[in-house]
């Protein structure tokens, strides 16, 4: 029963196509007709008036999208800082540990990583989520193609894709793990 259902959904198919090919260009035809016809008989005064009546009406569609659009885009900009900028804290704080005394436990590491997961899950872009992903994958593996030069250019990516995100341009591979790190470009081996 549902094959023959679904045999007669493709046929309508093929013939609603079929008549779409046929009777689209007839139709664009009449509406081109029926403008320059119309265009024709007009004054050019009121053809200028008309052409920039529809122009102002377009351009004013265009404008709101675009407002609508950037207002959104400052939105989530504005929920996405936190998190990330709660990543960046984490990245610090684990190139700190040993140094001056500063301890990071397992636990508050584990307690940071759950708070960052939990708004990334809200707030995150699909491409910040999917570098993210990545970089947790690529650190639970115990292989010996998991290289610590590879865990920190995919902690690199994820900030550069966070960057992004916040409408801030990415930066060249090593430069922001040299915040961190000294002497970078020896360990991910770029001179």
């Known amino acids: 029963m549902k094959a023959l259902l679904l045999l007669l959904i493709i046929i309508d198919g093929y013939y609603f196509v079929l008549f779409l090919v046929e009777n689209i260009p007839t139709f664009i035809n009449t509406i081109i007709t029926y403008l320059y016809t119309v265009t024709s008989t007009l004054d050019a005064v009121v053809l200028v008036a008309l052409i920039t009546g529809v122009i102002t009406l377009l351009n004013s569609f265009y404008s709101k999208y675009s407002e609508s659009k ?3 885009r400052e939105y989530l900009a504005s929920k ?10 984490l990245v610090n704080k684990v190139s700190q540990q040993g140094n001056n005394r500063c301890t990071y436990s ?11 997961n939990s708004k990334l899950i809200l707030w995150g872009s699909p491409n910040v989520v999917q570098k993210w992903n990545t970089f947790r994958k690529n650190s639970v593996q115990n292989n010996s193609e998991n290289k610590p030069e590879n865990t920190l250019v995919l902690i690199e990516d994820v900030m550069n894709e966070m960057r992004k995100d916040l409408g801030v341009k990415p930066v060249k591979k090593g ?9 970078i470009e020896k360990v991910i081996g770029k001179d």
């Open 80 to 89: 996405r800082e936190t998190p990330y900028s709660e990543f960046i804290e």
């Open 106 to 116: 397992e636990d508050d590491m584990l307690k940071d990583i759950n708070s960052f």
């Open 175 to 183: 430069r922001l793990l040299s915040i961190f790190i000294n002497d």
């Open 70 to 72: 950037n207002k959104r």
